[in-house]
């Protein structure tokens, strides 16, 4: 059984084994929790995303994937680059974040994680709702046949961690 945390924070700052980071195809970078995991990573992650794109990932992660590299200087083993779709009103792309989580959570059984720190995924600049994307997300987590251990939701505010604790018994 995988155990759900919350915790209200800068994913940054967190212990885990791995940090997933709401990502662009591009992995080169960007704002929000990529621009904060890559500053405080350093160049190491932005060096490992650079070889994917020379490599398998030409033309980027496609969206609903996920990619892990080294965590460089955080506190984790590993980064899981993951890519959450922008949102829209017109199409329904639940099932392309809800693939964010499990691709992720994939990743981390591949490499023997057992501790996973999540931002909300698409909850900012891709502008996915909060409860839906937190529907989302703790569905997707629950569902999910993995031996991750811990998975840690780390919600940048208090909006984002209520609209959390309220998917949660
Ligand atoms: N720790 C935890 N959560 C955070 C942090 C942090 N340090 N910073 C922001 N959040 P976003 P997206 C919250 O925009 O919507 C980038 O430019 C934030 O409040 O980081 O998937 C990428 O390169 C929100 O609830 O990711 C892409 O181009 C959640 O994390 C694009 O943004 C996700 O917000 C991805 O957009």
Redesign the pocket.
């Known amino acids: 059984m995988t155990r759900i945390t919350l915790v209200q924070?800068?994913?940054?700052r967190q212990s885990v084994d791995a940090i997933v980071n709401?990502?662009?195809s591009s992995l080169l970078?960007?704002?929000?929790?990529?621009?904060?995991i890559h500053r405080r990573g350093g160049p190491a992650i932005l060096e490992e995303c650079r070889k994917l794109r020379a490599g398998h990932y030409g033309k980027g992660l496609p969206t609903g994937q996920a990619v892990a590299t080294t965590a460089g200087d955080l506190d984790a083993r590993w980064v899981i680059h993951t890519v959450?779709p922008v949102h829209s009103t017109g199409e329904d792309r639940s099932e392309l974040l809800a693939s964010c989580y499990r691709e992720s959570l994939r990743r981390a059984d591949e490499l023997g994680a057992r501790t996973v720190a999540f931002?909300?995924?698409?909850?900012?600049?891709?502008?996915?709702p909060?409860d839906d994307g937190a529907r989302i997300a703790v569905a997707t987590v629950q569902e999910a046949d993995t031996a991750v251990e811990e998975v840690r939701f780390?919600?940048?505010?208090e909006r984002?961690y209520d609209a959390f604790a309220r998917q949660l018994p």
């Open positions: 924070g800068d994913i940054t709401a990502a662009n970078g960007g704002g929000g929790v990529d621009g904060a959450g931002p909300a995924v698409s909850t900012g600049i891709y502008g996915w909060l780390v919600l940048f505010d984002a």
